[in-house]
């Protein structure tokens, strides 16, 4: 069983910024996929960045140029940092990864609010 927990959520007023994290209990060197995904109130969750092992990435359109996903091996975390935030990107973020051969996991996720 892995643990993936978030943090770095809050409340950012549209132009700001923030930067969440996912800290695995697991290392990640070689992890299938691992990134974020979010869901705001009455709307299905959706992808927003993920990065496989070979840090191939992929972005929402709607966050592209304004997000960025990294990972630090050494400490088993992702990263997503927000930048330009608008309100629109408000929601709950959630941390998914996929270990081989295919264990998928779900953070418990970590509310994001802009304000106008």
């Known amino acids: 069983q892995v643990q993936l927990v978030e943090s770095g959520g809050g409340l950012v007023q549209a132009g700001g910024s923030l930067r969440l994290s996912c800290a695995a209990s697991?290392?990640?060197?070689?992890?299938?996929?691992m990134g974020w995904y979010r869901q705001a109130p009455g709307k299905q969750r959706e992808l927003v960045a993920r990065?496989?092992?070979?840090?191939?990435?992929i972005y929402a359109d709607s966050v592209k140029g304004r997000f960025t996903i990294s990972r630090d091996n050494a400490k088993n975390t992702v990263y997503l940092q927000m930048n330009s935030l608008k309100p629109e990107d408000t929601a709950v973020y959630y941390c998914r990864a996929v270990f081989p051969p295919a264990e998928l996991y779900w953070g418990q996720g970590t509310q994001v609010t802009v304000s106008s």
């Open positions: 697991r290392s990640i060197f070689s992890i299938v996929t």
């Open positions: 990065l496989t092992s070979s840090d191939n990435t």
